[in-house]
C-alpha cells in the first residue's frame, strides 16, 4: 500500500483520488478531489505538511519533501501546492508554494520557499533558487530559472486543460481497478 503514518500523523485522501500502487505518501500529506500520484512518486510529510489541491496530478518518479520548524522559523518551509497544478516527470519541489493552474516542467527543481503564483509555467529542467518569488502569467526556463516572456492566452487555457486531461487518464485508471 502506497499510504504510510509517521509518528501521529496519517495521510488524509479526498474523493476519487488515484494513487499508483508504486508511489509513497507519507505522514501529513493532504489529497484534494480529483488529485493523482503517479508511478515512483514520493510524498514525505515527516517533519512538515504537504498540501496537494483538487485536480493536480503529480507525476512519475518526482520528490516532495519539506523543510522542518526551527525557532527562527516556526512554519518551517511546508509544501503547498494549489488547483489543477500538473507537476511533470522527475520533478523535486522542496518546501515551495505552488499556486493554482501551473505547470512544472519535468526535471525541474523548486526549492525551499519558492512562491510560484497562479498561471506560470516552469520550464523543463528549470532550478528555482531558494525563496523566489515569481510574476503571475509568465514562462520560466533555466538554471537559474528566469522569466522568459508573458504567457499567450493559449498557454494559460492549456494550463487548466493539461490537469483536466489528468483527471480523466486517472479516472480511466479507477474504472479500470474497480472492474478487476
Known amino acids: 500500500m502506497p ?10 485522501l479526498g474523493e476519487r483520488v488515484y494513487l499508483h ?4 505518501v507519507i505522514g501529513d500529506v493532504k489529497l484534494g478531489d480529483d488529485s493523482s500520484i503517479w508511478c515512483n512518486t514520493v510524498l514525505r ?12 496530478n503529480i507525476q512519475d518518479l518526482t520528490m516532495c519533501h519539506v523543510s522542518h ?3 527562527d522559523k516556526p512554519e518551517g518551509s511546508p509544501l503547498i501546492i494549489g488547483d489543477y497544478v500538473t507537476v511533470g516527470h522527475s520533478v523535486i519541489l522542496h518546501g515551495c508554494r505552488i499556486g493554482n493552474e ?7 527543481i523548486v526549492m525551499d520557499d519558492v512562491v510560484v503564483p497562479d498561471h506560470v ?3 523543463a529542467g528549470s532550478l528555482i533558487s531558494p525563496g523566489k518569488l515569481l510574476e503571475s502569467g509568465m514562462l520560466y526556463m533555466g538554471r537559474p530559472a528566469k522569466a522568459v516572456r508573458a504567457l499567450t ?7 487548466r486543460y493539461s490537469a483536466d486531461h489528468y483527471i480523466e487518464v486517472k479516472n480511466n485508471f479507477l474504472r479500470t481497478e474497480q472492474n478487476k
Open 3 to 12: 499510504l504510510s503514518n509517521y509518528l501521529n500523523t496519517s495521510p488524509v
Open 21 to 24: 500502487p508504486s508511489c509513497q
Open 45 to 56: 510529510g515527516d517533519v512538515n505538511r504537504i498540501v496537494v489541491g483538487r485536480g493536480s
Open 69 to 71: 520548524k526551527t525557532a
Open 102 to 108: 501551473c505547470l512544472i516542467g519535468m526535471g525541474s
Open 121 to 123: 509555467m516552469v520550464g
Open 153 to 159: 492566452d493559449d498557454e494559460i487555457n492549456y494550463l
